[in-house]
């Protein structure tokens, strides 16, 4: 008996929410869009889904939940990730001295 791979899900992120649009019907058909965005693509063995969360930066929590259910991560780097313009900052470990 063959084994087929595992699905794959990918979570789409990103604060352009035409891009990530055009980006995850690239990858498949569209499907269910509520709190979340999904498209699903079934080629032969393989079994893709990404994922997109539909009301980010007014809701975090479907973004939560996108990173929860993806294998992968796919982050637009072209926006920033803060709704500020700002990108975040590193902040040190708390109990490490500074380099």
């Given at each position: 008996?063959?084994?087929?791979?595992?699905?794959?899900?990918?979570?789409?992120?990103?604060?352009?929410?035409?891009f990530?649009?055009?980006?995850?019907?690239?990858?498949?058909?569209?499907?269910t869009e509520?709190?979340?965005?999904?498209?699903?693509?079934?080629?032969?063995d393989?079994?893709?889904?990404?994922?997109?969360?539909s009301?980010y930066?007014?809701?975090?929590?479907?973004?939560l939940?996108?990173?929860?259910?993806?294998?992968?991560?796919?982050?637009?780097?072209?926006?920033?990730?803060?709704?500020?313009g700002?990108?975040?900052?590193?902040?040190?470990?708390?109990?490490?001295?500074?380099?």
């Amino acid at each position: 008996m063959a084994e087929f791979p595992p699905p794959l899900t990918v979570g789409l992120f990103g604060t352009d929410p035409d891009f990530l649009r055009t980006l995850g019907s690239a990858i498949g058909k569209t499907g269910t869009e509520s709190d979340l965005r999904f498209w699903n693509k079934k080629d032969r063995d393989l079994s893709l889904t990404a994922i997109a969360p539909s009301t980010y930066p007014e809701k975090v929590v479907p973004m939560l939940q996108v990173a929860a259910l993806c294998d992968y991560p796919v982050l637009d780097a072209t926006s920033s990730i803060l709704p500020s313009g700002r990108w975040p900052s590193p902040s040190p470990r708390p109990g490490r001295r500074g380099s």
